[in-house]
């Protein structure tokens, strides 16, 4: 750590600075500093050797950090503490954060970057999955399954082997999902401080202010009640602010050491860096099915390309392949994933977490299987949709399922009985299907605490505070809170104040991921509200001198409900029990019911509800230039109960806008750069000027129904909608392209150069599709083999995974020999 004119203590053990704003009132306050950070060059090498002095000696710069200064590792899961706010001995990615300068201005730290002098000793660089699998050194990272795979997964649910070999037609497809990005309007940003007392006060654009607060407790080595992360109403976030991130450890250790607020604002090519965006993932899907299109068994390998730190990465493998069972009856299931390393920005949680990819896949397939078995596309899916209150293979509980009424309801208003298979060449129809969480089961770091708390205080005047650590997001999360308290205790929303997202004022809530914070924290505002009611009931029924369970809440007031003419407002029922009790302040908090899985692993998949979704997309492609346009899209979503429509409308069709970017156009690629100008692996796109999203010029109609089947899990009976809807569009896009022109695109996304290049291969004869042809050989580690609930399954494994033990290569392990009956039919695609 190396400071120009740092600051001198004074008796008070603060820091007397310079440079202040005077307020007319006499109160003087520091003037705020500004962070940039010096960013790597080069992909993968060894920190040799750096030199500040030059960048010191810089008119305007107050501080620089290096690695040393923040020596400690820091992540957002307990098994992948591999980041540090600056690299200490080595980088693992072109735009890892090297240094960081503090000045006067943003402009002058700028400069100041060029003036820090970086020696590297580079590495070999690993740019995709293969030469992670190909290269267990030099590793990425010291930990991990093996080499340079991060994780590796092998679970099985009944005799998957047996079941593909009773089936009519086994199906093996493999597909790819390329990586994008988040792209929210608002970059990430933060400021620290000092408080009055000394203690470190943090403001960011954060998705989950609980566990930045960890995460600087750890990294600061301060104790966590010395500091105080505020969760800034976010512009967008969709995962990309869920972890926490280096630059909020660096300008709080910043602010600690000047005792000066310090401001960092990323630029877009930094949010580019920071990622956690999707990972990409190659796919196999190997599915048997009798000639009814039933279901027998489905084999699903993963492989995710994870770039260079761990994130949310174990989770995110293991949701590639949780979800499959929640949605349509699958009886016999294998899952099997992997997540390398590679030197490029870190993926993570982007909307839909992990399940989007193997949706795609699995949902395209489905078509093929239609196709074969010559049945309708809507008809089968109806055939084989999950039963509701169902415990599934892999041991996750489904409750109310809408599926089968969204997919009749896109049918019924997308006119797809008339229209599929008959339009003009050129034009087509796809349907998919889709499924999600309604909050994690689990916390990240496993406890038996509440997942969401909320405070009630209620005032003289009849105001009503609701305190809890939910982070707005634009998502609507504070109008939630306040609906579902007014709901309660009969207020006006406008009654009703919201103070969320502070550690320091309010309860812990985990964070806005996972679709969680409806149900949640919902659940949660309503046990405080309830609560609240108790003794305001209590103190009203003294005065009316009637049964308290007679009383009514609404219409700010609290009235017999058999003479409505008698009762009090809200504010005087506050004011009565204010007397008779005391002041008036209650709690709520939310625990999810305990998961049935019991095998390692079990912890991702398991929610509270599922929510559930069908798409019709309709296109227009040109076969001279592979161009698609979109006109229109039908979707359905099981929402259980909206409780705001307006809001849950949004919902949907942000989560079309998104999914259109992604199966269109949107990528997270990267290039080397030329020999001459080091070879590096560079982003091939990091700016919104080359990435290209959709605008409001591309988006479709989009006709949106929500089916509404109250859910008793969920407050009012209402599920997730941040996320599902997204999910079912890809595929159904991919089945409308085949629909119109007849062929393929087994990736996303689905651009022009891909359809023409399908097209010709139609044309010379071949394969009528793009996409991928092989799945890579994987050291996969023995299987955890779990028997279903209809097996005498109890959700736990019946072997243990022997340290070491690894089954031999796919293909030549002993489930490869385990088929058993008559040879099915294969297709291979």
């Not at 000066?260 to 956690?276: A, D, G, N, Q, S």
């Not at 050129?426 to 038996?448: E, F, M, Q, T, V």
């Not at 959709?694 to 008793?712: G, N, R, S, Y």
């Given at each position: 750590m190396k400071t120009i004119g740092k600051p001198r203590r004074r008796v008070d053990g603060r820091a007397k600075v310079t440079g202040q704003t005077r307020f007319a009132d006499d109160v003087v306050l520091p003037r705020m500093l500004h962070c940039r950070l010096l960013r790597s060059r080069l992909p993968h090498a060894r920190i040799v050797r750096i030199d500040a002095s030059r960048a010191l000696e810089h008119p305007g710069v107050h501080l620089v950090l290096t690695g040393q200064d923040l020596p400690i590792p820091y992540g957002i899961l307990p098994v992948s503490q591999d980041e540090h706010a600056l690299a200490v001995d080595r980088v693992r990615f072109v735009g890892d954060?090297?240094?960081?300068?503090?000045?006067?201005?943003?402009?002058?730290?700028?400069?100041?970057?060029?003036?820090?002098?970086?020696?590297?000793?580079?590495?070999?660089?690993?740019?995709?999955?293969?030469?992670?699998?190909?290269?267990?050194?030099?590793?990425?990272?010291?930990?991990?399954?093996?080499?340079?795979?991060?994780?590796?997964?092998?679970?099985?649910?009944?005799?998957?082997?047996?079941?593909?070999?009773?089936?009519?037609?086994?199906?093996?497809?493999?597909?790819?999902?390329?990586?994008?990005?988040?792209?929210?309007?608002?970059?990430?940003?933060a400021v620290a401080a000092r408080d009055p007392d000394g203690k470190l006060v943090l403001w960011s654009s954060t998705q989950t202010p609980h566990y930045v607060h960890r995460a600087l407790a750890k990294a600061l080595a301060m104790p966590a009640a010395h500091i105080r992360v505020v969760a800034t109403p976010n512009g967008g976030g969709f995962g990309g602010k869920s972890d926490p991130f280096n630059h909020e450890i660096v300008v709080a250790k910043a602010a600690l050491v000047l005792d000066?607020?310090?401001?960092?604002?990323?630029?877009?090519?930094?949010?580019?860096?920071?990622?956690?965006?999707?990972h990409p993932v190659l796919m196999r899907f190997t599915t048997g099915v009798k000639g009814d299109g039933t279901i027998t068994g489905v084999h699903l390998k993963t492989l995710l390309d994870g770039g260079a730190y761990g994130s949310y990465g174990v989770a995110s493998t293991f949701y590639?392949?949780?979800?499959?069972?929640?949605?349509?009856?699958?009886?016999?299931?294998?899952?099997?994933?992997?997540?390398?390393?590679?030197?490029?920005?870190?993926?993570?949680?982007?909307?839909?977490?992990?399940?989007?990819?193997?949706?795609?896949?699995?949902?395209?397939?489905?078509?093929?299987?239609?196709?074969?078995?010559?049945?309708?596309?809507?008809?089968?899916?109806?055939?084989?949709?999950?039963?509701?209150?169902?415990?599934?293979?892999?041991?996750?509980?489904?409750?109310?399922?809408?599926?089968?009424?969204?997919?009749?309801?896109?049918?019924?208003?997308?006119?797809?009985?008339?229209?599929?298979?008959?339009?003009?060449?050129?034009?087509?129809?796809?349907?998919?299907?889709?499924?999600?969480?309604?909050?994690?089961?689990?916390?990240?770091?496993?406890?038996?605490?509440?997942?969401?708390?909320?405070?009630?205080?209620?005032?003289?005047?009849?105001?009503?505070?609701?305190?809890?650590?939910?982070?707005?997001?634009?998502?609507?999360?504070?109008?939630?809170?306040?609906?579902?308290?007014?709901?309660?205790?009969?207020?006006?929303?406008?009654?009703?104040?919201?103070?969320?997202?502070?550690?320091?004022?309010?309860?812990?809530?985990?964070?806005?991921?996972?679709?969680?914070?409806?149900?949640?924290?919902?659940?949660a505002a309503i046990q405080a509200a309830e609560r609240a009611r108790e003794p305001l009931a209590a103190a009203v029924a003294k005065r009316l001198e009637v049964p308290a369970n007679r009383l009514v809440f609404a219409d700010r007031r609290v009235f017999d409900a058999e003479d409505p003419s008698r009762g009090v407002t809200f504010a005087e029922a506050v004011c009565l029990a204010e007397a008779q009790f005391g002041t008036i302040g209650t709690t709520g908090s939310y625990t999810p019911p305990r998961s049935a899985a019991r095998y390692k692993g079990g912890g991702v998949g398991p929610s509270p509800t599922y929510s559930y979704s069908a798409a019709v997309v309709e296109v227009e492609v040109d076969e001279s230039t592979g161009w698609i346009l979109v006109p229109r899209v039908w979707i359905a979503h099981d929402i259980g109960r909206?409780?705001?429509?307006?809001?849950?409308?949004?919902?949907?069709?942000?989560?079309?806008?998104?999914?259109?970017?992604?199966?269109?156009?949107?990528?997270?690629?990267?290039?080397?750069?030329?020999?001459?100008?080091?070879?590096?692996?560079?982003?091939?796109?990091?700016?919104?000027?080359?990435?290209?999203?959709?605008?409001?010029?591309?988006?479709?109609?989009?006709?949106?129904?929500?089916?509404?089947?109250?859910?008793?899990?969920?407050?009012?009976?209402?599920?997730?909608?941040?996320?599902?809807?997204?999910?079912?569009?890809?595929?159904?896009?991919?089945?409308a392209v085949y629909d119109a022109i007849g062929v393929r695109v087994d990736e996303i996304p689905i651009t022009p150069e891909k359809i023409v290049r399908a097209l010709q291969a139609k044309a010379d004869g071949k394969a009528a599709r793009y996409g991928p042809v092989s799945f890579p050989d994987i050291p996969w580690p023995e299987t955890l083999n779990v028997p279903p609930p209809w097996e005498g399954g109890d959700g736990r494994a019946t072997n243990a995974t022997r340290n070491g033990t690894r089954e031999t290569r796919e293909g030549h392990g002993p489930s490869a020999s385990a088929s058993g009956g008559g040879a099915p039919r294969r297709t291979r695609q």
């Open positions: 954060p090297v240094a960081a300068v503090i000045a006067r201005d943003e402009l002058t730290a700028f400069e100041a970057l060029d003036l820090i002098d970086v020696e590297y000793e580079p590495l070999r660089t690993l740019a995709d999955p293969a030469e992670s699998l190909a290269h267990a050194e030099p590793r990425i990272h010291d930990y991990g399954d093996e080499g340079n795979i991060h994780k590796l997964v092998s679970l099985g649910f009944g005799d998957v082997a047996g079941a593909l070999a009773s089936a009519d037609h086994v199906f093996e497809d493999t597909f790819f999902y390329q990586g994008n990005t988040h792209l929210p309007i608002e970059q990430h940003a000066r607020p310090v401001k960092i604002c990323l630029t877009r090519e930094e949010v580019f860096y920071c990622h956690r965006g999707r590639t392949g949780a979800l499959q069972t929640v949605t349509y009856q699958i009886p016999r299931y294998r899952f099997r994933g992997c997540r390398v390393f590679t030197n490029k920005p870190p993926c993570g949680p982007k909307r839909g977490h992990g399940t989007p990819q193997s949706r795609f896949g699995q949902e395209v397939q489905l078509d093929k299987i239609a196709e074969k078995l010559d049945i309708d596309p809507a008809e089968l899916r109806l055939r084989i949709v999950e039963k509701p209150e169902t415990l599934t293979a892999n041991y996750l509980r489904v409750g109310t399922i809408g599926l089968a009424e969204c997919i009749r309801r896109v049918v019924r208003s997308s006119g797809w009985t008339t229209r599929f298979r008959k339009l003009p060449r050129g034009r087509g129809l796809g349907l998919a299907c889709s499924s999600y969480l309604s909050g994690a089961g689990l916390p990240i770091y496993w406890n038996d605490m509440p997942h969401s708390g909320v405070q009630l205080k209620l005032d003289r005047s009849g105001g009503v505070t609701a305190f809890c650590g939910a982070t707005e997001i634009g998502q609507g999360s504070d109008d939630v809170l306040v609906a579902c308290v007014a709901e309660i205790l009969g207020v006006d929303p406008l009654d009703i104040r919201p103070v969320t997202g502070d550690t320091d004022l309010t309860p812990v809530d985990l964070g806005s991921y996972s679709s969680r914070v409806t149900l949640m924290m919902g659940n909206a409780l705001n429509p307006t809001l849950v409308r949004g919902q949907v069709e942000g989560s079309v806008y998104m999914a259109l970017g992604e199966a269109l156009m949107e990528e997270q690629v990267f290039r080397r750069l030329p020999a001459r100008l080091s070879h590096a692996l560079v982003h091939k796109f990091p700016s919104m000027l080359e990435y290209k999203s959709p605008t409001a010029l591309d988006m479709p109609e989009v006709f949106t129904e929500l089916v509404e089947d109250p859910d008793p899990r969920g407050p009012f009976g209402a599920k997730e909608v941040g996320q599902g809807p997204l999910l079912p569009v890809m595929p159904a896009l991919a089945n």
